[in-house]
């Protein structure tokens, strides 16, 4: 009889469901492709934030649900599967919230008012109009609560984005204070840099991004594929076809690379040496994305055109995360002597 194999290691990330939830080549490239090719060797657990985006956008909440059914779709899409690795809704997992209370009592305030995205988002906040008042208590607790979602699966690692280090400083942070205060009962998470990651750019130059309307979605059709892609920004003093061209500031020469690493140098050679117009290379990188984009766009759209499936995913993804989180509540109830 061969010995058990050693238990995978644990990882766990997820993302919010901002907006409609549909994501973009940015999500896809700086986070989805690295959990796909992670969940072959590790124990994988990705979810949906929901929970989370209730922090800055508390209004909108009937936008919520559907918002993460469409990143299920994406998620899956881009080819997460889910017999290897858990996807679910945060708030189906209640235990995150029980933890989230318990780590909330041993949580100084001072850590959490230092964690950059709360000044940034606190100033947002503002900007948009509802002043100190829409400043919620759970916003300053956002670290917190992602603390409780990495905690409660006693998670080894979090495969994110450089963005989220701070977040997960402080995560490192009360899992020490809540080991040293109790026992050991967690893991100190860390942080899983995705190698190879990109940072895509968006159509205007600046960092491709939900909030700055200048992302290309897994949901977008051919047609607005190829409409946003004439839109984007090229070399800015390439005027005529002749004018030569600098890849390294073009939006199109930059995309083209990324999608098509063995075809792009012909075309950035002519771009360079003024030998090919800004419409011939739109032109050809919105057929180069929509070949690369044709069977996730397909794929999302069966899965949604299918909410019974997509449901049952969703609600097996939460029966293993849950059996794997109660099991961190009864040692960490235990730790606490809570009976
Ligand atoms: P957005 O900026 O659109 O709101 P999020 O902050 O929700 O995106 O990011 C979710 C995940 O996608 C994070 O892990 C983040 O690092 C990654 N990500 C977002 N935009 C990009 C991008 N342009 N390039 C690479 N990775 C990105
Ligand atoms: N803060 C993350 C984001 O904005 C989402 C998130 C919430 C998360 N909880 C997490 C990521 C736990 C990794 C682990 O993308």
Redesign the pocket.
């Known amino acids: 009889m061969p010995e058990n194999p050693a238990p995978r290691k644990r990882l766990l990330s997820g993302?919010?469901p901002?907006g409609t939830g549909a994501l973009?080549l940015?999500?896809l490239?700086?986070?989805l492709r690295s959990w796909v090719r992670l969940q072959d060797q590790y124990e994988m657990f990705c979810f949906i934030a929901d929970w989370h985006s209730l922090t800055t956008r508390y209004e909108e909440t009937e936008k919520i649900a559907p918002a993460c059914r469409e990143v299920a779709a994406d998620y899956i899409a881009a080819g997460l599967d889910p017999s290897k690795c858990a996807i679910f809704i945060q708030s189906h997992v209640k235990e995150h919230a029980e933890l989230h209370l318990l780590l909330s009592m041993i949580t100084p305030v001072g850590w959490l008012e230092r964690v950059p995205t709360y000044k940034e988002k606190r100033e947002l906040m503002q900007e948009r109009g509802g002043g100190d008042e829409s400043v919620s208590y759970g916003l300053l607790g956002y670290p917190c609560l992602q603390t409780a979602d990495i905690l409660v699966y006693r998670a080894h690692a979090v495969p994110?984005?450089k963005?989220?280090a701070a977040h997960l400083e402080i995560s490192r942070e009360i899992a020490r204070r809540f080991n040293r205060l109790f026992g050991n009962v967690f893991p100190e998470p860390q942080t899983v840099l995705m190698e190879g990651?990109?940072?895509?750019p968006?159509l205007d130059g600046r960092?491709?991004?939900?909030?700055y309307g200048n992302?290309i979605y897994l949901a977008d059709g051919p047609d607005a594929v190829a409409d946003k892609v004439k839109n984007a920004f090229t070399t800015p003093t390439k005027i005529r076809k002749t004018d030569p061209g600098i890849p390294e500031h073009c939006v199109v020469c930059q995309l083209r690379r990324l999608y098509d690493p063995d075809g792009y140098k012909a075309s950035w050679d002519e771009d360079i040496a003024g030998e090919r117009g800004c419409m011939q290379n739109k032109k050809e990188l919105a057929e180069v994305l929509n070949t690369v984009l044709e069977p996730m766009r397909s794929r999302r759209q069966e899965l949604l055109a299918d909410p019974a499936e997509l449901e049952r995913i969703l609600q097996n993804g939460a029966e293993r995360a849950r059996a794997a989180a109660s099991d961190t509540l009864s040692l960490v109830r235990e730790a606490m002597h809570l009976r």
């Open positions: 993302m919010q901002t973009h940015g999500n490239e700086g986070a994110v984005g963005d989220q990651a990109a940072v895509v968006g960092k491709m991004s939900k909030s992302a």
